[in-house]
């Protein structure tokens, strides 16, 4: 059964269609940028918090950072974890994913196993998450000992995708990677989109209205950014995006 966090998403993509969701890396922010950023983010229509990267952190900056944000926004604050120490107990859930194209076992079963007392004692959503790298696949393909899917193999995507859903996974995320030169292809998230009945998430690469349109108008119910926030004027361009994400309803 869908616990809050998981029926706040639900409802959200049901009522507004794509819905979009603000990364944070906490170890490029300290707590009252983050709180900024945020606040930034709110005022411009996301619909969540993300917290988390593909590098290490300090367990207790982490803490602070989610705190920070807890007080800033009132919608769900989700971990992003990269390991176990992504965990915070201040968060209110917490994608836990398995890196489907890793082939270190650690990132498709193991992390999880050391994770999974620390978010019951903390009392974490769990949101049941199918992570799938592509392309080039940044610093997330490097750490997590991916092998990416090639931008031109839609098909292979689709595999992995579906593999996750009939596994119980409740949502897939395609990921670029951080700062990639150029987002998922369209014709790949339509791929997925028609093996897969669970809602797809699609980040990594999207910078521009015209970017996240695309990602949207090919399926994508939910849209990550993160570097776009980390930069001068984060309010306009993250609104920017979001009205790209909306517009797609009207086509």
Same mark, same amino acid.
């Given at each position: 059964?869908?616990?809050?966090?998981?029926?706040?998403?639900?409802?959200?993509?049901?009522?507004?269609?794509?819905?979009?969701?603000?990364?944070?890396?906490?170890?490029?922010?300290?707590?009252?940028?983050?709180?900024?950023?945020?606040?930034?983010?709110?005022?411009?229509?996301?619909?969540?918090?993300?917290?988390?990267?593909?590098?290490?952190?300090?367990?207790?900056?982490?803490?602070?950072?989610?705190?920070?944000?807890?007080?800033?926004?009132?919608?769900?604050?989700?971990?992003?974890?990269?390991?176990?120490?992504?965990?915070?107990?201040?968060?209110?859930?917490?994608?836990?994913?398995?890196?489907?194209?890793?082939?270190?076992?650690?990132?498709?079963?193991?992390?999880?196993?050391?994770?999974?007392?620390?978010?019951?004692?903390?009392?974490?959503?769990?949101?049941?998450?199918?992570?799938?790298?592509?392309?080039?696949?940044?610093?997330?393909?490097? @750490?997590?000992?991916? =092998?990416?899917?090639?931008?031109?193999?839609?098909?292979? %995507?689709? &595999?992995? *995708?579906? $593999? +996750?859903?009939?596994?119980?996974?409740?949502?897939?995320?395609?990921?670029?990677?951080?700062?990639?030169?150029?987002?998922?292809?369209?014709?790949?998230?339509?791929?997925?989109?028609?093996?897969?009945? @669970?809602?797809?998430? =699609?980040?990594?690469?999207?910078?521009?209205?015209?970017? %996240?349109? &695309?990602? *949207?108008? $090919? +399926?994508?119910?939910?849209?990550?950014?993160?570097?776009?926030?980390?930069?001068?004027?984060?309010?306009?361009?993250?609104?920017?995006?979001?009205?790209?994400?909306?517009?797609?309803?009207?086509?």
């Amino acid at each position: 059964m869908a616990k809050n966090v998981e029926k706040y998403l639900l409802e959200k993509i049901e009522s507004e269609g794509s819905i979009h969701i603000t990364l944070i890396d906490p170890e490029k922010v300290t707590p009252p940028q983050a709180s900024r950023i945020a606040k930034k983010a709110k005022a411009s229509g996301t619909s969540a918090i993300m917290i988390g990267g593909s590098t290490f952190v300090s367990t207790l900056h982490l803490d602070n950072v989610v705190k920070a944000v807890k007080r800033t926004v009132k919608f769900p604050v989700i971990l992003f974890p990269n390991n176990v120490t992504g965990i915070s107990r201040y968060a209110d859930a917490i994608w836990f994913m398995s890196l489907l194209n890793s082939m270190d076992p650690y990132f498709l079963i193991g992390a999880q196993i050391l994770g999974a007392p620390l978010i019951k004692k903390y009392g974490l959503e769990p949101l049941p998450l199918g992570y799938i790298i592509i392309g080039d696949g940044g610093t997330a393909g490097i @750490v997590g000992k991916a =092998v990416p899917i090639p931008y031109d193999k839609p098909e292979l %995507a689709a &595999a992995h *995708a579906l $593999a +996750g859903q009939y596994l119980g996974m409740r949502f897939i995320y395609l990921e670029a990677g951080s700062g990639a030169k150029k987002p998922v292809p369209s014709q790949m998230i339509k791929a997925v989109k028609r093996y897969i009945d @669970v809602p797809l998430i =699609v980040g990594g690469g999207i910078k521009t209205r015209r970017q %996240a349109l &695309a990602a *949207a108008s $090919a +399926g994508a119910d939910i849209i990550v950014t993160g570097n776009v926030v980390e930069n001068s004027g984060a309010k306009r361009k993250v609104a920017d995006i979001i009205k790209g994400i909306k517009s797609a309803g009207s086509i």
